[in-house]
């Protein structure tokens, strides 16, 4: 089982940056890739982007090309989300969740941190 615990939201000004980390436990070698969504209010949760365990690819919502990044320390346990240049519509809950593997869904998700983000 892994646990996965989330950190770094706040309030940040449009046009600043902001980095979150998720700190992963427990059987931390048994997945295939981390990723990254959001929940804003009365929308459904997003992919933003996800990292391979084994060969630190990475793959973006179109929403975040460019402006955000994923990258990992493995002696950490940790995913980062850099935000760069956010925006007002980035306010959400972002949550890291992880996957098994290739086929399978997203489990292990965290409690998710807040971001918001002002005009």
């Known amino acids: 089982q892994v646990q996965l615990v989330e950190s770094g939201g706040g309030l940040v000004q449009a046009g600043d940056s902001l980095r979150l980390s998720c700190e992963a436990s427990g059987r931390t070698f048994s997945f295939y890739a981390m990723g990254w969504f959001r929940q804003a209010p009365g929308k459904e949760r997003e992919f933003v982007g996800n990292?391979?365990?084994?060969?630190?690819?990475?793959n973006y919502a179109d929403s975040v090309k460019g402006r955000f990044t994923i990258s990992r320390d493995n002696a950490k346990n940790t995913v980062y989300l850099q935000m760069n240049s956010p925006k007002p519509e980035d306010t959400a809950v972002y949550y890291c969740a992880t996957k098994s593997n290739i086929f399978a869904t997203y489990a292990n998700w965290g409690q998710g941190t807040q971001v918001t983000v002002s005009s």
């Open positions: 990292i391979r365990w084994s060969s630190d690819s990475t």
